[in-house]
């Protein structure tokens, strides 16, 4: 484990970057007009998802996927808002053709649910997380700060609506959580290091136990990496065994990491706007949403695409080997179907 603060430009706070638009990504017309081009090529030919990056070419925007955001993600604050896409001019099938040739680009995406959904919708669904089977994006509920369930190096979202009120995007920086709990509870910051047990909630991959184990810190050839979950993974694994319940100090553990997370002065807030597409190292950093308001209607809803983007071999970072079983499942494709989308 690391002991030490670590020191990274990862490793930022609130208010350094809040007012500082230098992770926003904005793209010019000349790379727009790349974009519409590949999208009307792409549409002209009939072609659907999935579909390869020759399909979606962008002769001068590629090399600026394919170099600046995976160096900002990794190498930099961890995060990048990519802004410039007018909303306006695509259809609901457009952003889906859009997201997904931007994101050919960048790596492979994998399987994010038992319905087989590479390209996932993140919207209401009137569930309820009293359902065992159920992930906390398919309500409005207010989420907590996590990484995504897989150790897929790029979580991306794609905003197509924004809600009626609400739904603020938070994200906070798992290096800092890190180096605040060094600071003020190294005693907890231990047991982060230590396994916990997690429910899949229903989307384990065939012939494995319902539930898994893992680290929520780990580091491997230098490298620091979070699996921080959110608390509904942690409290529904009892149903499998009250062996598998979190100890009095996971627990403290765990609430002390979120209530760092939670810090105004080390998160940062942003309200999406219609296009946007925001991209996380899923590894370092942590995201939470606000509860949020829907319109009645249902084509006004809030509606986000979501991807998660593994990165070409020679391109991921080491992970620790209490990672392997996770990062078996995104070689294999990501998590399993077992029901129709």
């Given at each position: 484990m690391a002991r030490e603060a670590i020191v990274s430009?990862?490793?930022?706070?609130?208010?350094?970057?809040?007012?500082?638009?230098?992770?926003?990504?904005?793209?010019?017309?000349?790379?727009?007009?790349?974009v519409d081009a590949a999208l009307s090529?792409?549409?002209?030919?009939?072609?659907?998802?999935?579909?390869?990056?020759?399909?979606?070419?962008?002769p001068n925007l590629a090399a600026r996927i394919v170099d600046e955001i995976p160096d900002r993600l990794e190498n930099g604050l961890g995060f990048v808002l990519v802004r410039g896409l007018s909303r306006d001019r695509y259809s609901d099938k457009d952003c889906e053709l859009v997201y997904w040739g931007l994101a050919s680009h960048l790596g492979r995406p994998?399987?994010?649910?038992?319905?087989?959904?590479?390209?996932?919708?993140?919207?209401?669904?009137?569930?309820?997380?009293?359902?065992?089977?159920?992930r906390p994006y398919q309500t409005k509920r207010r989420m907590?700060?996590?990484?995504?369930?897989?150790?897929v190096e790029i979580l991306g979202l794609f905003c197509c609506r924004t809600a009626k009120r609400g739904g603020e995007s938070y994200i906070v920086s798992a290096l800092t959580v890190h180096n605040i709990m060094a600071k003020?509870?190294?005693?907890?910051?231990?047991?982060?290091?230590?396994?916990?047990?997690l429910d899949w909630r229903g989307e384990e991959p065939e012939g494995t136990q319902p539930w898994h184990t893992?680290?929520?810190?780990?580091?491997?050839?230098?490298?620091?990496?979070?699996c921080i979950s959110g608390r509904v993974f942690f409290e529904s694994v009892t149903r499998w065994g009250e062996h598998l319940a979190l100890t009095d100090i996971q627990r403290e553990a765990l609430d002390f990491a979120q209530d760092v997370a939670e810090r105004p002065e080390l998160r940062l807030?942003?309200?999406?706007?219609?296009?946007?597409?925001?991209?996380?190292?899923n590894q370092t950093m942590l995201h939470a949403r606000s509860e949020y308001e829907d319109y009645d209607e249902p084509d006004l809803k809030r509606h986000l695409l979501r991807m998660w983007i593994s990165r070409p071999e020679g391109q991921r970072r080491s992970l620790s080997p209490a990672l392997d079983d996770r990062r078996r499942i995104v070689e294999m494709g990501g998590i399993p179907t077992k029901e129709a989308a």
């Open positions: 430009p990862a490793a930022w706070v609130g208010p350094q970057i809040q007012n500082d638009d230098s992770w926003i990504m904005r793209l010019d017309e000349a790379e727009v007009a790349e090529g792409l549409k002209a030919k009939g072609k659907s998802i999935p579909f390869g990056k020759e399909d979606f070419p962008l994998v399987s994010q649910n038992r319905r087989g959904h590479v390209l996932g919708h993140v919207r209401d669904e009137g569930k309820s997380l009293a359902d065992p089977t159920v907590d700060f996590h990484a995504d369930l897989l150790p003020e509870r190294p005693d907890l910051l231990e047991v982060l290091y230590q396994p916990f047990n893992c680290p929520m810190f780990s580091v491997q050839d230098g490298k620091f990496t979070s807030s942003m309200m999406f706007q219609e296009g946007d597409i925001q991209l996380l190292n």
